[in-house]
Structures are given as structure tokens and as C-alpha cells.
């Protein structure tokens, strides 16, 4: 069952079912005010540095979401729609119209004043005041499964105006952009940018809509799945393993990597978005000839430089993965993202193709570390997260290193690369959801393995 998740899992012992096993899921009250902590402190060292680089900080974000205009309109939907899923359904009624009631004053306050449309005040509002709720009114298991809800919700939404200063980091820490050996190494996968950025140029605008639609929604989908999943929290069952667990450890890991390889895009380094720090405005129309030398390139110093890797790509391929054991429209509907995703990272200009090698591979290495947590750390589990440590590794080493040997070598450059990353992918599926065989012995039925046990022993 998807509400689990967890298809590789051993069968607890009996003295850790129960009330014991329930125990031992709960969070100790340190736990949760160490966690607190931890997040005012980057709150406040996010507005500092906000403000020595003259940026917008996470806590004046914060504070716009509920008094001024949001920045996002739907960041703080997300994460409220993913809180009510630790309520009963009679307190999601009344918190979604509360949410949309001061949504819809807002709308008329600015109309009137004459300001831009956007939402996002209403759920920001209602969902504090749910976090004060369950805190002091509600107590035992509704109180917990509550509380558990809205932080992750919290947590979605807070993560959003920390990456958001950090993106402005990157831009301020990184005065040169390592473009020039990114796009040189791409030569290996045949330019996919380019290629796919023209297929789009002649497909029309309703393609290109499409894809640039589900490329800045992804949240949306994402919360789709992640619902799904923690369907049940409010009966007790809550999963060992989720979707937002591998979204956020994506968002705390993926954007480090952005100092040390920073990238700004093909669009930007060598396309019409550049505004004069281009190298060339060919893309997508002419691939760049192979150039005697290769170095880094200056750009200014507003332009994030979140290209490497491609996080966008880690969180739609974690998006597909946890959709595989829905219903059938789930199954579609994350097939359907996680396609149109990739389309929209090199057709939109914003990648090059390796790029989505190094996201794809930090995708499946975090995803094999939190996955099914009950089976410890096996040599099955640290095969596949070594192996995809070395496949981003590889991937960001030869692009910075390798880069001019790539083009000149592109065939086997390529195949090395895909070949690499497709072991990974085979690797995965093998360790978490390749079925095996029932074993051929004389045991009682009920002691032989189950066809649904994964190949984890």
C-alpha cells in the first residue's frame, strides 16, 4: 500500500508492534524545541545576511505573507492544504473557508487601493492559528497528529523563504559562473537543451505554456501526491516514509552545490536573458563551435546560480517514484509531471542536460538513505547510496574537470555518463522494487517469502 510506502520493509518483531512501536515513533519534547530553535536561528541569520547584501529576508517574507503581498501565491496554499490532512474533516471545512474568506478580503483591499492581485494571506493566517489550537486546546493523539501536520506544513513553507535568501547567496558569493564548461560537456548528450529548446520554438505556444505551467507548479503536484500518502494520519496511521521528506532533505542538500558549481543556464549564458553578460546569444537557434579554451565567466550579481544540480528534476523523478504505488490516475498524473519536467528544464532554457544527470542521481542517493527506515543500514542500502555518491560526484568532477575531453570524445563521453547514471536507476529499482520469487521449500505457507518482498536480503 502506498500509505506505507515501504515495499522493501521486514516484518517488525511482535514485542515492537503495538502500543510499544507507537511510542517509539513519538518525538521527545527536546527534539521538538531543539527543532524550533534550529529554525529561528536560520530565520534570523537568513535576515542578516538579507540584509547585508540588501536582499529580501525570509522574516520580512514571512511577515508579508500575513499583512502585506505575498510573495508566492502558492507556497503558503501548499503548505496549508498539507497541514489539514492532521485534522478531522469538520475542522478542514472550517479552516479552508476561513483560509479563503480572508483570502477574498484581501483581494478587495487591494482592488481597491489599486495594488497587483495575488493571494496567500488567508492560509498563512488560518494555519498559525491552527498550530495555537491544537497546541493549547486539543490534546492526546488529535493534539500530536495535529501539531505533526502543520509542522510539516510549516516546514514547506519556511524552507521556501530560506531558499529563497540562499538563492540570492549563491548570486552574491559567486561573482563567475562555470557555464562555459557545463555547455562543453553537454556536447557528450548531443546539446539537449538546444535541441529540445527549438522543438519547442516550432512546436508553438500551447506546448510551451504547458510545460512552463507544470515547471513552476510542481508544488502543486507534489502536494497532490504527499496528501495521498499521509491520508490516513488522522486514524494513526502516519508512513514511515513520505514525499515531503525527500522534498525537504532535497531543499537542504541540493542548493550547497550551488556555491560550489554555479551555473546560471544556457538562456542566460547564452541566450537573449542574459542582459550583456552573455557570451553569445545563439541559444537555441546555434550551438556553440568548440572553443580553444574554457574558463569561468563573470555574470552580475543578482542571477542565482541554482542549476547545478537540477532540483527541479530531483523533486519530479522523488514526485514519480512515490507515485508508483497509487491508483492508476496518481500512476499517470506523476508520469505525466515528471516528463513534462524534464522537457521544461532544457526547453525552457534553464539547464543543460547534465545538469539533470547530477539532479536524477542526488534523487535516487537521498531517496535510497530515508527509504524504509525500519531495515537499517544493510549492504543492500549502502550499495545504492555509495553508487549514487559516485555517480553525482563523477558528474560534477567531469563536467569541471573533463569538460573539453568530453566534446572532443563525445560518444564515449555520453555513454559513460548515461551508462553510469541507468546502473544507478537499475541498481534502485532492483534494491526497493524489483519483486522476487517465492522461495522453494517445504515451510508452511505463511512462512515463505511474499511475492510483494523486495530483493533487500
Not at 7 to 36: F, H, N, Y
Not at 67 to 91: C, D, E, I, N, Q
Not at 267 to 274: K, N
Not at 363 to 390: F, K, M, N, Q
Amino acid at each position: 500500500m502506498l500509505i506505507h510506502d515501504e515495499p522493501g520493509s521486514q516484518p517488525p518483531p511482535a514485542e515492537q508492534t503495538g502500543a510499544a512501536r507507537l511510542q517509539e515513533r513519538r518525538v521527545r519534547p527536546s527534539m521538538v524545541w531543539c527543532g524550533i530553535a534550529a529554525a529561528v536561528l536560520v530565520l534570523v541569520a537568513g535576515e542578516l545576511m538579507a540584509a547585508h547584501i540588501h536582499a529580501l529576508g525570509p522574516l520580512t517574507s514571512l511577515f508579508r505573507d500575513y499583512v502585506g503581498r505575498p510573495k508566492s501565491a502558492t507556497t503558503s496554499w501548499a503548505g496549508f492544504l498539507l497541514a489539514l490532512v492532521g485534522v478531522t474533516t469538520r475542522v478542514r471545512v472550517t479552516a479552508l473557508a476561513a483560509a479563503i474568506a480572508i483570502d477574498l478580503i484581501f483581494v478587495v483591499i487591494r482592488a481597491v487601493e489599486g495594488r497587483l492581485f495575488t493571494v496567500g494571506n488567508g492560509p498563512t493566517i488560518v494555519l498559525t492559528a491552527l498550530a495555537v489550537i491544537a497546541a493549547w486546546r486539543w490534546s492526546g493523539e488529535r493534539r500530536r497528529t495535529a501539531l505533526r501536520a502543520i509542522a510539516f506544513g510549516a516546514l514547506l513553507i519556511l524552507a521556501t523563504k530560506i531558499g529563497e535568501i540562499w538563492l540570492d547567496v549563491t548570486a552574491w558569493a559567486c561573482p563567475t559562473v562555470l557555464d562555459p564548461y557545463a555547455e562543453l560537456a553537454d556536447h557528450a548528450l548531443g546539446n539537449p537543451s538546444w535541441f529540445i529548446g527549438h522543438l519547442l520554438d516550432v512546436a508553438g505556444p500551447v506546448p510551451f505554456g504547458l510545460v512552463r505551467w507544470v515547471y513552476f507548479e510542481l508544488p502543486v503536484a507534489a502536494i497532490v501526491v504527499a496528501v495521498w500518502q499521509l491520508r490516513g494520519v488522522t486514524s494513526g496511521r502516519w508512513p514511515r516514509h513520505h514525499l515531503v521528506r525527500t522534498f525537504l532533505t532535497l531543499g537542504l542538500i541540493g542548493p550547497l552545490f550551488y556555491v560550489v558549481f554555479p551555473v546560471v543556464g544556457p538562456i542566460l549564458a547564452f541566450g537573449p536573458q542574459g542582459h550583456g553578460m552573455e557570451l553569445a546569444d545563439v541559444w537555441p537557434s546555434i550551438v556553440p563551435p568548440l572553443p580553444f579554451s574554457v574558463e569561468p565567466m563573470p555574470f552580475d550579481g543578482i542571477t542565482p546560480r541554482n542549476c547545478m544540480p537540477s532540483l527541479h528534476t530531483a523533486w519530479a523523478l522523488s514526485l514519480f517514484i512515490h507515485s508508483r504505488r497509487g491508483p492508476l490516475w496518481l500512476r499517470i498524473g506523476g508520469a505525466f509531471w515528471l516528463v513534462c519536467t524534464l522537457i521544461a528544464t532544457l526547453g525552457l532554457g534553464a539547464h543543460y542536460g547534465v545538469d539533470l544527470v547530477a539532479g536524477a542521481a542526488l534523487c535516487l542517493t537521498v531517496e535510497s538513505a530515508l527509504r524504509d527506515p525500519d531495515r537499517g543500514w544493510d549492504h543492500y542500502r549502502i550499495r545504492v547510496v555509495a553508487l549514487g555518491i559516485v555517480t553525482f560526484a563523477t558528474t560534477l568532477l567531469s563536467v569541471r574537470y573533463l569538460a573539453p575531453t568530453m566534446a572532443d570524445h563525445p560518444f564515449v563521453s555520453g555513454l559513460g555518463l548515461l551508462g553510469l547514471l541507468a546502473a544507478l536507476a537499475i541498481l534502485f529499482y532492483l534494491t526497493w522494487f524489483a519483486p522476487t520469487r517465492p522461495q522453494k521449500t517445504a515451510a508452511p505457507d505463511a512462512e515463505r517469502i511474499p511475492l510483494d518482498e523486495r530483493i533487500a536480503r
